[in-house]
């Protein structure tokens, strides 16, 4: 069973940094395409940045783009994102997930709050 488990969410400051974690079991991880996503309140769940299962190629929305970056470890089979210059926009849920051909169920997720 597909388990993803995220962490590393809190509250920080604007210009401040957090690094998510999501820990995950069930499948091969290494031969997924991962993605972080995030659900900002009364809005849609976004595709934020994605990550080859090599980790040779990455993705961006524009809206995170340079402030962002998106690594694996696929001995761990764990997916990080890194978050450098926060806004208060970047305040969410922020969730991780297989980034093609569908989506595994969700986990819980981690909070984002930016805020001073």
């Known amino acids: 069973q597909v388990q993803l488990v995220e962490s590393g969410g809190g509250l920080a400051q604007p210009g401040g940094s957090l690094r998510l974690s999501c820990a995950t079991s069930?499948?091969?991880?290494?031969?997924?395409?991962m993605g972080w996503y995030r659900q900002a309140p009364g809005k849609q769940r976004e595709l934020v940045a994605d990550?080859?299962?090599?980790?040779?190629?990455?993705n961006y929305d524009d809206s995170v783009k340079g402030r962002f970056i998106i690594s694996r470890d696929n001995i761990r089979n764990t997916v990080y994102l890194q978050m450098n210059s926060l806004k208060p926009e970047d305040t969410a849920v922020y969730f991780c997930?297989?980034?093609?051909?569908?989506?595994?169920?969700w986990g819980q997720g981690t909070q984002v709050t930016v805020s001073s």
């Open positions: 997930n297989r980034a093609r051909g569908g989506v595994w169920d």
């Open positions: 069930g499948f091969s991880f290494n031969t997924y395409i």
């Open positions: 990550i080859s299962n090599g980790g040779s190629f990455i």
